[in-house]
């Protein structure tokens, strides 16, 4: 009988950054892989009670990766230096699912990603939880290695 593999265990690679800490890379969040396709409508020519739709591109969301505030880390600095100075150096990024022995399941391969938006979560000095950063990027697109 087959067991869907569970979504907790996973890791994070961006490609062309050394990480600066052993736990640079490692994030709690992975969001945002999906695709649509965008579709044209056109009226159909002589029949005003049809539209037809046709395919057009496929759309990739923003990619969000969640994690504990790190004080340094390489991909601060690249986030850092794209936002501040606006020197977009894209990277590609391989978001991998990991089976109980650490091995891949799936791969995702995104291309040409840059930051968008980096954000912290809220101080509450009532609530006993830490402080996470989130991570917004946009990308070309991705592929998917099941193997």
């Known amino acids: 009988m087959y067991t869907p593999p569970v979504g907790f265990h996973f890791?994070?690679?961006?490609?062309?950054?050394?990480?600066?800490?052993d736990g640079d890379t490692?994030?709690?969040?992975?969001g945002g892989l999906s695709v649509d396709i965008a579709t044209e409508e056109v009226p159909e020519g002589g029949e005003n009670r049809f539209v037809q739709r046709?395919?057009?591109?496929?759309?990739f969301p923003d990619l969000?990766?969640?994690r504990?505030?790190?004080k340094q880390s390489a991909i601060w600095d690249w986030v850092r230096q794209c936002i501040e100075n606006l020197d977009i150096q894209p990277h590609n990024l391989i978001v991998t699912l990991l089976n109980e022995q650490r091995e891949p399941l799936m791969s995702w391969r995104i291309?040409?990603?840059y930051p968008v938006k980096?954000?912290?979560?809220d101080f509450n000095a009532s609530a006993n939880a830490y402080v996470v950063e989130s991570?917004?990027?946009a990308y070309q697109y991705f592929t998917l290695d099941k193997g």
């Open 135 to 137: 991570l917004q990027l």
């Open 54 to 59: 046709y395919p057009v591109r496929a759309k």
């Open 11 to 21: 890791k994070v690679e961006v490609q062309g950054l050394s990480p600066s800490e």
């Open 68 to 70: 504990g505030l790190m």
């Open 118 to 121: 980096w954000s912290v979560s």
């Open 111 to 113: 291309v040409g990603a």
């Open 64 to 66: 969000v990766l969640k």
């Open 26 to 30: 490692r994030f709690t969040d992975v």
